[in-house]
């Protein structure tokens, strides 16, 4: 079983990187892919989207996958991490690629904010 701590150094380099942007929680696991693609394939091992459960990204907040497991990693080093800021995007009436949040509430959406 995956751990939160297996993936912090990586997730944190990624939203440093962002240099204050938000990411979604799937386009953060997109930048793991990129950047360690053996860790991405532990995690989508560990979190497939099996048949009867929608891709990756879709439906956020409903089914464990990839992206719902770094977001609920990055709640987890928020709590030891001032600068990770967790906001909430409203989805409505937009759509995009691959990502249908489960929730009507919204998006975790996540950066970097170095604190003052």
Known sequence: MMHFKEIETIVIEILQEAEGR???PYQVFEKIRV????LAQRIENEYPS???KP???????IYYSPASF???ALDSFKENQPEITKEW???SDISIKEV????????????WKETA
């Open 22 to 24: 938000f990411l979604l």
């Open 35 to 38: 950047k360690d693609p053996a």
């Open 50 to 52: 099996a048949p009867g």
């Open 55 to 61: 891709s990756m990204g879709a439906g956020a907040g």
């Open 70 to 72: 770094v977001a609920h």
């Open 89 to 91: 995007f409203e989805p």
């Open 100 to 111: 249908q949040p489960g929730s009507k509430g919204g998006v975790s959406i996540w950066a």
